[in-house]
């Protein structure tokens, strides 16, 4: 489902709930995985006797989606405010578009009313600090098209991890000759060295998707293939552990 932003700013009236609602609904009983292209200020105020009570069901029913293990992604496109934030909030995974994805309670002005604080939109709740201080965009996209290619990316990992799909497909080599690992570990290990240089030697070509990579650096997370087998990694610059 997608929000209209050059309508009401993407605002929600009246019949927008009950095709949220019934959409959400659908997707549950047919336990299909729900991608929402998010831009929205929220709920249409004119209408908000209409809308308040219906309009929360939506965030009920993210809840019990993730309770039910039925997963949910969210785009964020642009300015999300108010029951648009609510929304990427409650998703399972989120992707924000670099320099244009907004989601906070309230904008700049609400905030200046409030406490005559001066700030500005990216810094309140831009991409990079939902990616690298609260945690809440799980990836960032350069584009809107570069966030749909996210997505796919997402959907198939998804069947990748189905019991009823096949754990191997056919193994690809690593990006990197394997051999290279012995010039980037160094025997101290005292003396740092780069992850993912590791990772693209091991791991199958074209087959690595991290995780939050913004935020904690410490540490990676990904998805990957290795010799066809799918993985879920995680590593902190130490020996690999694997889930």
Known sequence: MSHIPTQSGGAWNEMTVVKVNRVMQIAFENDLPLISLVQSAGVFLPQQFRVFHKGGQLFRDLAVRTAHGKPSCAIVFGSSTAGGAYHPALSDYTIFVENQAQA??????????????????????????????????DQIAVDEFDAIVKAREWVASLHERSPLLPALIPPVAPRYPVEDLLSIVNPDIRKP???????????????????????????????????????????????????
Not at 129 to 136: M, S
Request: aromatic letters at 10%; proline letters at 6%; one cysteine or more.
């Open 193 to 243: 060295f780069d992850m993912q240089e590791v990772l693209l030697r091991i791991v199958d070509d074209s087959r690595l998707s991290l995780f939050k990579p913004k935020y904690g650096p410490n540490m990676i997370t990904a998805w990957a293939h290795i010799l066809g087998m799918f993985f879920t990694m995680l590593t902190c610059g130490m020996p690999l552990t694997w889930n």
């Open 104 to 137: 906070f309670l309230g904008g700049p002005p609400l905030v200046k009313m409030a406490t005559g604080e001066v700030i500005g939109a990216e810094e309140l709740g831009g991409a990079r600090v939902h990616a690298t201080i609260t945690g809440l965009a």
